[in-house]
């Protein structure tokens, strides 16, 4: 009997630990069966972590998946991966670099020209870490907000041609300790001038504040288009998004989070919930997670600052200067 205990108290840890792992760290799932034949989906950074796993299941469901990556090699074997394990053949890389204002009007060029419809729109593609875009914007605020507020602008009609349609934008927990300081941002960079790791991870949660309030004032803006769109927070997700920590951190995390963090598919759910659920409409503009409706801080509900946020971005990513280039964007008053 004395022997048996160990194995005992061992099997009941164990035990004890898949039950929390499956109720607490595993999340919520999407339960939509809704399925997309005929439509499109693009993802952006999706040859990796959560948008890899979002991309995969929008191609079982039998959507048309295009795949906007900035390093093709990647994309392709992601590609190669969710087209084997789906089965589906409609999952295609087309490049996109959100570090750079002129790849986004590229890739926006390149799909409506080639692409007939634009069903949903996920802005998954981020970035936790140091340096500067093309452009000169500090990294996650021109990746995670700016690259994405362009992108979205130049694709809005096609949306709203295939209407009823939606916008989903990856955002964080995170966005609770951001803050925008307009003064930085129209010296035109929000260049974080140390690049220490927190200077990185203040200049990560202000872009995640941006991500909810852009989606914010694009809801009102969206009204009664049947666009809709939704921003929301993953959960904590073993992913790649630490790789530019020192290597003795990563080290560090890597068992603690393969342990106790979702894995992408778990981090994928609540994603594909604000891209697929049926009757979330009339919370356009709303932050999610665990696939369902959250509330955010004071910052994150300010329509004042997300007014002023969308303004400064229209000029920060020169918007308007693509119309004439672009029959499909919209028109500058
Ligand atoms: N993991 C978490 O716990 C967590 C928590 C909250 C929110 N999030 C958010 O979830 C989203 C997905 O992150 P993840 O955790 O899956 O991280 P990840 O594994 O690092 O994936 C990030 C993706 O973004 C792409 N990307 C980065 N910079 C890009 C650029 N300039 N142009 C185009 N694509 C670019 C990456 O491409 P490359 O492979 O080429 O670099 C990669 O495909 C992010 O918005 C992140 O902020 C994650
Ligand atoms: C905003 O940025 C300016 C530099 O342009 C700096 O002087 C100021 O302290 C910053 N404000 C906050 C609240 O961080
Ligand atoms: C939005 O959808 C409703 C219900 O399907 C429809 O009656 C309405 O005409 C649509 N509006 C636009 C602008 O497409």
Same mark, same amino acid.
């Given at each position: 009997m004395s022997e048996l205990q160990?194995?005992?108290?061992v099997a009941a840890v164990v035990f004890f630990y898949l039950t929390v792992y499956y109720f607490v760290f595993r999340g919520t799932k999407c339960t939509s069966s809704v399925k997309l034949k005929g439509k499109t989906a693009i993802v952006t950074g999706s040859n990796t972590g959560i948008g890899k796993a979002t991309a995969l299941d929008l191609a079982k469901r039998e959507a048309r998946v295009i795949l906007a990556c900035r390093n093709k090699k990647k994309a392709e074997a992601a590609a190669f991966d969710i087209r084997r394990e789906s089965g589906n053949n409609q999952v295609v890389f087309m490049h996109l670099d959100l570090a750079s204002l002129k790849s986004v009007r590229s890739f926006a060029e390149t799909f409506l020209q080639t692409e007939p419809r634009l069903d949903i729109l996920i802005n998954n593609a981020g970035v936790f870490g140091p340096g500067h875009t093309d452009d000169g914007f500090d990294m996650a605020f021109g990746v995670n907000h700016l690259g994405h507020f362009l992108l979205t602008n130049l694709l809005l009609e096609r949306l709203k041609q295939c209407s009823p349609s939606r916008i989903v934008n990856v955002a964080s927990f995170f966005q609770r300790f951001g803050n925008i300081n307009f003064s930085l941002l129209a010296s035109k960079k929000d260049r974080v001038l140390d690049q220490s790791p927190w200077h990185n991870l203040q200049a990560y949660c202000n872009s995640k504040l941006c991500n909810v309030l852009f989606t914010r004032e694009l809801a009102n803006r969206l009204d009664g288009t049947n666009?809709?769109?939704?921003?929301?927070? =993953?959960?904590?997700v073993s992913t790649e998004l630490g790789r530019s920590m020192s290597l003795w951190v990563q080290l560090l995390m890597k068992p603690f989070a393969k342990a106790f963090f979702k894995d992408s598919e778990g981090g994928s759910q609540t994603t594909l919930y604000c891209a697929l659920q049926e009757g979330i409409e009339s919370f356009s503009g709303r932050y999610f997670s665990d696939c369902a409706l959250q509330e955010v801080g004071d910052k994150g509900r300010d329509d004042a600052l997300a007014k002023k946020l969308w303004?400064?971005?229209?000029?920060?990513?020169?918007?308007?200067?693509?119309?004439?280039?672009? =029959?499909?964007? =919209?028109?500058?008053?």
């Open positions: 160990p194995t005992l108290v666009v809709t769109c939704y921003s929301l927070h =993953p959960g904590v303004e400064v971005s229209e000029r920060l990513s020169s918007l308007y200067n693509s119309v004439n280039s672009n =029959p499909e964007a =919209p028109k500058f008053i």
